[in-house]
């Protein structure tokens, strides 16, 4: 949590949700947190991508976070692809945190950055917005 | 001409127009807002449980819904990539496809990509299946005016009705009731009867669903090696284990 609590913008996000099996449950949907780091590895996989990258801390100790994703279907709807983060792109996004502490998040449709530049489409469908898994 | 007419209404059944579901579907509106703790995500009446059937929805520990925990100290059968069976899958928002043929309509999923015979050749509701249960049980249909009534038997009870962990028994008989209430949107309403499980027969609210456009049904399939992976690296962390 404390990796989290040094690393992190939080911000009241009231977002309505009927997440994926138990997403609501594993993350807080109240918070954003905001994650700069390198990507480790990248899963394309149903029914949940996940993404993984190393966030430097403060006291200069680098920390893998884990963040679950869509499945492919829901994000190919937004715009992204099964190469759009690749080992070692510089990402930037907005996750809710795991609601245990741990460095994990959620990011559903969030806010996401691959070396600078937004690869969704704001896809419209099955994939528009949050909690639609 | 009397002889005629009496002829031509005679076979006017014949030529009476079956409703035609054919086309993708996926979920619209319907169920899912009670917060009441045994509320089912079909919505509709909140069920009144027999003691067995309190003690197997309560042993059920969902991850989403009034009682929701996360899914790594919960028990969904899904947490495992078991199959999701047929009423979870028909209330989840996953598209599917009506087929319509002589003698059957089939349902092609694409949750698990799975299909689902629906007899429509007439032939009785058996009273039991002898190779079941299955996790999509054995369906037999037969049109009501414009109303496509299914019923089910022999569903597999280690499913769960939905993802809020509503539990049936192996005993149950639901039946659907589909219809169209417009060119592009289908209704059903299931009902369970099972005593085993509920102490009168339980109805959920009405489930809509929506003709899927410029999109087709694709496959989505949890591989058990997938989830494995998944669980040890994102689903227990986040849940601190």
């Known amino acids: 949590m404390q990796h989290i609590r040094t690393l992190c913008v939080f911000t009241v996000f009231a977002a309505s949700l009927a997440a994926h099996h138990g997403t609501a449950a594993s993350y807080d949907q109240t918070k954003v947190v905001t994650l700069k780091g390198t990507v480790t590895e990248f899963m394309w996989r149903n029914p949940h991508s996940a993404l993984f990258l190393d966030v430097k801390q403060p006291s200069g100790e680098t920390v893998n976070y884990s963040i679950e994703m869509f499945s492919p279907s829901l994000m190919v709807k937004q715009g992204y692809t099964r190469t759009v983060l690749k080992k070692g792109d510089a990402v930037e996004l907005d996750a809710h945190p795991s609601l245990a502490g741990t460095t994990s998040g959620e990011c559903l449709g969030c806010r996401l950055l691959v070396n600078g530049k937004d690869p969704s489409t704001g896809g419209q469908g099955r994939g528009k917005g949050k909690g639609k898994q | ?241």
């Open chain 2, 1 to 241: 001409m009397l002889r005629l007419a009496i002829a031509f209404a005679l076979c006017l059944p014949a030529f009476a127009q079956t409703p035609d579901f054919s086309g993708s579907w996926t979920k619209g509106g319907g169920g899912g807002a009670s917060t009441a703790k045994n509320a089912t995500q079909w919505g509709g009446e909140v069920p009144s449980y027999t003691p067995e059937g309190l003690a197997r929805f309560n042993s059920n520990k969902p991850g989403k819904g009034p009682r929701q925990i996360p899914p790594a100290n919960g028990n969904d059968p899904m947490g495992e990539a078991n199959p999701p069976g047929l009423y979870r899958t028909l209330i989840y928002n996953r598209p599917f496809e009506f087929v319509q043929t002589n003698g059957k309509v089939v349902q092609l999923f694409e949750w698990a990509k799975v299909w689902r015979n629906i007899w429509t050749d007439g032939r009785p509701v058996p009273e039991d299946v002898a190779a079941g249960p299955y996790w999509y049980g054995y369906s037999v249909g037969k049109w009501d005016g414009d109303t496509l009534v299914i019923e089910t038997l022999s569903v597999d009870d280690r499913a769960w009705m939905d993802e809020w962990g509503t539990s049936f028994s192996s005993d149950a008989k639901f039946t659907e009731r589909w219809k169209k209430t417009g060119a592009d949107r289908l209704e059903m309403t299931l009902t369970v009867n099972d005593p085993a499980t509920f102490t009168k027969p339980w109805t959920s609210a009405p489930q809509t669903y929506n003709r899927l456009k410029g999109e087709e049904v694709l496959e989505m399939i949890f591989a058990p090696m997938d989830e494995k992976i998944f669980n040890q690296r994102i689903r227990n962390p986040a849940a601190g284990k």
